[in-house]
């Protein structure tokens, strides 16, 4: 059964998913081509920190969020989708009202909104929020691979295990909710969201709403 009643859009239950390294390949993608143009052999299993520049050659510091590779032209239609990422936000919308949450530069929007609507074509393109903060986001749970991202969010906190999300204190501040990949969200079911991160009425402790 649907908690999501479209009959009632005044106060539906939200879940906010991040859109790099939680939907799509973007680490897979950076990483290949980064590799390719320097001569390195990093891997992924290596990169056991947010800050990628600690892991990358000293030439190439502050050269891979740039526009020679994840701000290439064309580079997000490099990005595959992430195994059963279509089937678990077709169920995410079948389910909840669903947003996907990007922290990006400006420049970068329309090709991330292009990507989601090639391989997401049900999804709601209005629901795509672009917010660096994403503590400011209302829902009522937040999805994602940066552990960074969850501080301070005050719903329900699902962290898709990651070699760069491996701090010792990180179970205390997901709440123990840590899950290899969408699959295992899926199989949750819809029931556990309710009791696990309730409804709460619009006008709580969540600063902002998605529209």
């Known amino acids: 059964m649907s908690v999501y009643n479209p009959a009632n859009k005044c106060n539906p239950y939200q879940i906010a998913i991040d859109l790099d390294d939680t939907l799509s390949c973007f680490g897979e993608t950076w990483l290949a081509m980064y590799n390719e143009k320097s001569g390195d052999n990093l ?19 502050g050269r891979v969020l ?7 032209e064309g580079f997000y239609d490099k990005v595959p989708v992430k195994e059963g990422a279509v089937e678990f936000m077709r169920w995410a919308c079948d389910n909840f009202r669903a947003a996907i949450v990007s922290a990006t530069r400006h420049d970068a929007v329309a090709d991330k909104a292009r990507w989601i609507q090639k391989h997401f074509p049900f999804f709601d393109i209005k629901d ?5 903060d994403k503590q400011a986001i209302k829902a009522h749970v937040l999805i994602d691979d940066g552990l960074h991202n969850l501080y ?3 719903g329900g906190k699902i962290l898709i295990d990651r070699p760069w999300n491996q701090e010792s204190d990180t179970d205390q501040i997901t709440e ?9 969200i899926q199989r949750l079911g819809t029931g556990f969201f309710l009791h696990w991160a309730p409804c709460k009425e619009r006008g709580g402790n969540h600063a902002r709403a998605i529209q």
């Open 66 to 72: 740039s526009e020679e590779i994840v701000y290439s």
């Open 128 to 132: 795509f929020i672009i917010c660096h």
């Open 152 to 154: 301070g969010f005050r």
């Open 176 to 184: 123990n909710l840590r899950v290899d990949n969408l699959m295992d």
């Open 43 to 61: 891997t992924l299993e290596q990169i056991t920190d947010w800050e990628i520049d600690k892991f990358i050659l000293p030439e190439w510091r």
